[in-house]
């Protein structure tokens, strides 16, 4: 069934610490196996998304009583993690029409030294995760804080009572926030101990007291804050009888700090997949938040928290601006939230995201990071209705024929200022240019690429009144990169292109595309000083289009391969 007949549950949340897979042939079961059944329930259940999670693999001596009982040593199996992503990938190939399916790991903190090294290779190791949780399960005693009665009360005997066993818990909780932050997209379970331990008064009472534990729980919070990470509400701890994580208290200083959450039953058993997901939207709402974060290819994507019909596409077009903007960055920085300016019928979101703008009655999101941004919209841009001089071309739709063009401009020293090039999609495809130049050299140009072009250009030709051609259509639109005018339907196979506003420097990137055998079949061409912009919807090879983009050269400031998860075409 496509995901798009598939009827939501009326309380549905898209997990990031979802359900944890199995450990294969582990003596201590951790999750499921059983991923096809468990997929399969999901799109019973009508669900559009199931979230998959596996613990990395530990270090020897951070171990469970059970698992010392059993002399289990090498703790959740590198066969079962290493094979994890292989798994997904076939759940993915015989479910994606069915059932979006998302993937990633909890990074379990073993400590400073060997244990962020091991860490640092478990992430490597999950290829292509979606997301990376860090959580912490073990003191740096080795005694867990959530493995049992007997076991938390060794560890407040050793340390000295119960406001010193929160304290060392609070204190590697910094320490992991503060040596991760980097490899991580969500905080775990951040008050994990009440497992077994009541919550002392003053982490209760984080507006006013000075006790030194609810400092301490302020600046891990200050911290998780401005490394911009998300706050992980575990709906776990409703079955385990100690509450939901963190409690509402922590979670309203959170919503001070305007830290963003992720939400999730941290379930290890088929029977609870989906449950108290209304519990956990009310919880979440309770303590002031209005959306909450899920995770692609380590990408945040905001998500409302009211029912899933609610500004369901107006939600899938800023996801889909935030997933763009995202892939300029380095990895990095791709984990700072944007900010965002709406307008239109957008501006609905105002109320919603802190410190957002309005655009007005301009029927647009932007998203900004620093100096970067991407405009979208789901509605067609206007048309522009004066006519112009430029160069039309009704030529093939194939791999290269819109490089001679370029090519033969080039060579008379024409420079291009604004592009439009549409796909007929019948094998043929319209360009119209406005150049820079005297109109002599134009025309040599022009007679030139007659000449070569063979029958490769069905009428091209120079024009004094000529009417811009309409954009391609498309779902969603972009209007604008980094505030320069670029209307371009956006589909799933696109590069950016910041350069030097000179003639035949694009020729490169076209000339690129051409020896890979990749057909451009959508173009428009701004600028802004010495800058020219270019973006550009392709097809072809996607690893043969990334590549290509790092041998461009010196002139080009940025090409940024842009390849779409959330495009619906």
């Known amino acids: 069934m ?185 905080v775990g379970h951040i008050d994990l101990p009440k497992l077994f331990a009541p919550i002392p008064k003053p982490l209760l009472e984080l507006d006013h007291s000075d006790h030194l534990l609810a400092r301490r729980m302020r600046f891990l919070l200050e911290m998780i804050s401005e490394y911009n990470l998300a706050l992980d509400v575990n709906l776990a701890g409703i079955n385990k009888g100690c509450g939901i994580y963190p409690d509402i208290s922590i979670l309203k200083r959170a919503k001070q700090l305007d830290i963003s959450i992720a939400l ?136 290269g024929v819109l490089s001679m063009i370029f090519n033969s401009l080039a060579s008379e020293e024409i420079n291009v200022e604004t592009a439009y090039l549409n796909s007929n999609n019948d094998g043929t495809a319209t360009a119209f240019l406005t150049l820079s130049g005297d109109d002599d050299s134009i025309h040599e140009a022009v007679e030139f690429v007659k000449g070569t072009g063979g029958d490769s250009f069905i009428e091209i030709r120079i024009g004094d009144n000529l009417e811009m051609p309409l954009l391609r259509k498309g779902k969603n639109y972009v209007l604008e990169v980094d505030g320069v005018n670029l209307p371009v339907a956006i589909s799933k196979q696109m590069i950016l292109s910041i350069h030097n506003n000179t003639s035949g420097i694009l020729l490169i990137l076209l000339s690129a595309l051409a020896s890979q055998n990749i057909n451009v079949i959508d173009l428009k061409l701004g600028h802004r000083g010495q800058k020219g912009y270019a973006i550009l919807s392709i097809e072809g090879n996607s690893q043969n289009a990334s590549n290509v983009l790092s041998k461009l050269g010196p002139q080009f400031f940025e090409t940024t391969y842009l390849s779409l998860k959330g495009v619906e075409e």
């Open 264 to 399: 999730g039953t941290d379930t290890h058993t088929i029977q609870n997949l989906g449950n108290h997901h209304k519990t956990g939207i009310q919880y979440a709402h309770d303590a002031g938040y209005k959306h909450y974060l899920s995770f692609s290819k380590c990408i945040p994507e905001k998500r409302p928290l009211r029912n899933q019909s609610y500004k369901e596409e107006e939600y899938k077009v800023m996801n889909l601006g935030i997933e763009m903007l995202n892939l300029r960055f380095e990895d990095s920085k791709q984990r700072r939230i944007p900010k965002f300016s709406f307008g239109g019928t957008f501006r609905t979101f105002l109320e919603h995201h802190k410190n957002s703008t309005s655009l007005g009655e301009f029927e647009a999101i932007r998203i900004r990071k620093g100096n970067k941004s991407i405009t979208i919209s789901n509605s067609i841009p206007q048309h522009p209705k004066e006519k112009v001089k430029g160069l039309f071309s009704h030529h093939k739709d194939e791999p």
């Open 2 to 186: 496509p995901l798009d007949k598939i009827e939501t549950p009326e309380y549905f949340i898209w997990e990031t610490h979802g359900i944890h897979t199995g450990t294969g042939n582990d003596h201590v079961k951790h999750g499921v196996d059983e991923l096809d059944k468990i997929t399969e329930l999901a799109i019973a259940k009508g669900h559009p998304n199931i979230a998959f999670i596996i613990h990395t693999p530990r270090l020897t001596r951070y171990r469970y009583a059970a698992e010392k009982r059993l002399g289990v040593k090498f703790i959740r199996g590198d066969n079962a993690y290493f094979n994890y992503p292989k798994q997904i990938e076939k759940l993915k190939s015989k479910y994606s029409d069915k059932i979006s399916i998302r993937f990633g790991i909890e990074l379990e903190w073993l400590g400073p030294d060997l244990g962020m090294q091991w860490n640092r290779s478990k992430v490597f190791q999950a290829q292509d995760a979606d997301y990376v949780v860090g959580s912490l399960h073990f003191s740096r005693e080795g005694i867990p804080y959530d493995g049992s009665i007997e076991e938390t009360e060794e560890l407040i005997k050793i340390r000295g009572g119960l406001e010193n066993y929160w304290l060392g818990y609070i204190e590697e909780m910094i320490e992991m926030v503060d040596s991760t932050w980097d490899m991580i997209q969500v």
